[in-house]
């Protein structure tokens, strides 16, 4: 299957994995807007691309979903696996998130996101398969918004929808309830997230922990 962003689907299936998307102001999270103003794609259609289910609504096994992988630079290849019932990300081998019920998302700065992103020339899709794991700052929310607004041009919504959609999610990047800064540098494991559903978490093992930071400084070289 191929995944472009005029596919009015593929879009709607990206934004499917914003789990803390949401406009408090009118109490809405992204998910029920999208399905009051797009058509949803059919049953058919996602399982396609995530693959099969068996009678008792389990992924089969062999999975038999889509894989989409998309290479940063010479170095480190994003992979990414559409499930049934979640999505699992990969750089390279080894595996950073999935979105999904136990979700594990919290990842990457904004500026850490920004120096990966920039290192591909057509950027768009890269933008949106991983702004999922962008922790922002409250003082960030200005330019994030900026640049969410910017990318989404690129994709099947209509433009009047898209600053309402730029504003769920920024509420995905940023929480007012965070502290100011997010991740802190250790001095033996490098870049650690405060933020539990992240494989930088302190609480992950060391060996995991230093192999994501090292293929992540690997992504932002050109």
């Given at each position: 299957m191929e995944f472009k962003?005029?596919?009015?689907?593929v879009c709607i299936l990206l934004l499917m994995n914003f789990p803390f998307a949401s406009d408090p102001e009118a109490?809405?999270?992204?998910?029920?807007?999208?399905a009051e103003n797009y058509e949803i794609p059919s049953e058919e259609w996602f399982t396609e691309v995530s693959g099969d289910v068996d009678a008792n609504g389990e992924e089969v096994s062999p999975w038999n979903g889509t894989?989409?992988?998309?290479?940063?630079?010479?170095?480190?290849?994003?992979?990414?696996?559409?499930?049934?019932?979640?999505?699992?990300?990969?750089?390279?081998?080894v595996f950073i998130g999935n979105s999904g019920g136990h979700f594990m998302l919290s990842l990457l700065s904004w500026q850490e996101f920004l120096k990966i992103v920039e290192?591909?020339?057509?950027?768009?899709?890269l933008f949106f398969v991983l702004l999922p794991f962008v922790v922002g700052a409250k003082g960030e929310e200005q330019e994030i918004r900026k640049e969410i607004e910017k990318?989404?041009?690129?994709?099947?919504?209509?433009?009047?929808?898209?600053p309402v959609i730029a504003n769920f999610l920024v509420h995905h990047a940023i929480f007012?309830?965070?502290?100011?800064?997010m991740f802190y540098d250790d001095?033996?494991?490098?870049?650690?997230?405060?933020?539990?559903?992240?494989?930088?978490?302190?609480?992950?093992?060391?060996?995991?922990?230093?192999?994501?930071?090292?293929?992540?400084?690997?992504?932002?070289?050109?």
């Open positions: 962003l005029t596919d009015p689907q109490e809405q999270m992204l998910d029920e807007f999208v894989v989409f992988s998309f290479v940063i630079n010479e170095e480190v290849t994003l992979v990414v696996e559409f499930h049934p019932f979640e999505v699992v990300y990969f750089l390279n081998d290192v591909v020339e057509d950027d768009a899709m990318h989404l041009e690129h994709m099947a919504f209509r433009a009047e929808h898209i007012n309830e965070d502290e100011p800064e001095s033996e494991l490098g870049k650690i997230c405060k933020r539990n559903h992240s494989v930088r978490n302190k609480g992950n093992a060391a060996e995991d922990i230093s192999r994501v930071n090292g293929l992540i400084r690997m992504a932002m070289e050109e």
